[in-house]
T-cell receptor, first 111, second 114 residues
Framework: SQQGEEDPQALSIQEGENATMNCSYKTSINNLQWYRQNSGRGLVHLILIRSNEREKHSGRLRVTLDTSKKSSSLLITASRAADTASYFC???????????FGQGTRLTINP | KAGVTQTPRYLIKTRGQQVTLSCSPISGHRSVSWYQQTPGQGLQFLFEYFSETQRNKGNFPGRFSGRQFSNSRSEMNVSTLELGDSALYLC?????????????FGAGTRLSVL
């Protein structure tokens, strides 16, 4: 499957700590995106990183991309209870004409 | 600017029935994609419509169909419902064709098939 695989499947940390989620994929990509989904709701776009970029920041979010290892990571710094959600990576495989979503990481921030 | 609107939010149907879901994209967005989300299979791409034409289709049976109107609003239809069709159906709109750019999602329609 070309689907991105995320690690870990679930992560539980204390408020204020940093959270790191990883995404691996199998074939060359044009870009990789991260989305957040609160329980049973729609997904919200967080960051898009292109294949020629190595790192992007948005507020407390930092995304890295290593195309040689076919992997990406999402770091959330100084976590808050409101960050509790599922996080998905989505890859735009070359020639695929669609996004392929990973299974997601369920992040729980404990107060 | 209003976001993506999906109706209805919840549906309960029985096996064998058919269902139609509706999606209104963000104004100006001409691409509408549909996804099925289940705990077991995750988020699966169903199809994408751009300028009233289906541009791409996922690996789903012909019971799943869709269409897009001239105002970019889209409908998805599932005929002869099966228990396994119970899922959250998400619609997303995008500025660019190909369902590869940033996707703006609606809140979803939760379909339960009994």
């Amino acid at each position: 499957s070309q689907q991105g695989e995320e690690d870990p499947q679930a992560l539980s940390i204390q408020e204020g700590e940093n959270a790191t989620m990883n995404c691996s994929y199998k074939t060359s990509i044009n870009n990789l995106q991260w989305y957040r989904q609160n329980s049973g709701r729609g997904l919200v776009h967080l960051i898009l990183i292109r294949s020629n970029e190595r790192e992007k920041h948005s507020g407390r979010l930092r995304v890295t991309l290593d195309t040689s290892k076919k992997s990406s990571s999402l770091l959330i710094t100084a976590s808050r209870a409101a960050d509790t959600a599922s996080y998905f990576c989505a890859t735009d495989f070359q020639g695929a004409q669609k996004l392929v979503f990973g299974q997601g990481t369920r992040l729980t921030i404990n107060p | 600017k209003a976001g993506v609107t999906q109706t209805p939010r919840y549906l309960i149907k029985t096996r064998g029935q058919q269902v139609t879901l509706s999606c209104s994209p963000i104004s100006g967005h001409r691409s509408v994609s549909w996804y099925q989300q289940t705990p077991g299979q995750g988020l699966q791409f169903l199809f994408e419509y751009f300028s009233e034409t289906q541009r791409n289709k996922g690996n789903f049976p012909g019971r799943f169909s869709g269409r897009q109107f001239s105002n970019s609003r889209s409908e998805m239809n599932v005929s002869t419902l099966e228990l396994g069709d119970s899922a959250l159906y998400l619609c997303a709109s995008s500025l660019s064709e190909g369902a590869r750019g940033i996707q703006y999602f609606g809140a979803g329609t939760r379909l339960s098939v009994l």
